[in-house]
């Protein structure tokens, strides 16, 4: 009987110290995650996901308003486009070791819209995005591409 409640001690405390181990913040995990989540926002095209990302002071290669820009090129988009597809290739997630509140996230990225399930059209870009830490979150402030 002893042994029993032992083992069941035991697996409850290493259970817990599990929980509390994935609970942890972890900085790359959070970019990871943010990055994941700006892609699935724009494939469900869920402007209002997709805006939450961007940092208040989001800037983009636009010379007007960045948070505007962004609310309308996404808004135009997903009207044309029934079905929006990003494909990231090589992506790489990396936090600024000199400054622990920037990460940089830089890929190749093939953006696909259709009408159905065919796409219509495929673009090719290099992208280059700068994420800063806010309210225990990554946001994105700067959007690059070529």
């Known amino acids: 009987m002893s042994r029993t409640v032992n083992r069941k001690r ?11 181990a994935c609970s942890r913040s972890d900085p790359q995990a959070a ?9 699935t926002a724009l494939e ?4 209002s996901a997709a805006l939450a990302l961007l940092h208040p002071d989001f800037a983009a290669q636009q010379p007007e308003d960045d948070r505007e820009w962004a609310k309308r ?4 988009l997903f009207l044309r486009y029934q079905n929006i597809r990003i494909i990231a290739l090589l992506p790489k997630n990396s936090l600024d070791p000199l400054v622990a509140t920037r990460a940089l996230t830089e890929a190749q990225v093939t953006l696909t819209g259709a009408e159905g ?8 870009y290099r992208v280059s995005l700068e994420w800063r830490w806010l309210d225990k979150q990554w946001k994105l402030i700067r959007l690059q591409w070529e």
């Open 31 to 39: 970019l990871d995650a943010a990055v994941g989540n700006l892609q």
């Open 73 to 76: 090129t996404m808004t135009a």
């Open 10 to 20: 035991r697996s409850l405390l290493c259970a817990m110290l599990l929980l509390a």
């Open 44 to 47: 469900k095209k869920d402007v």
């Open 117 to 124: 399930l065919l796409p219509d059209s495929a673009r090719q």
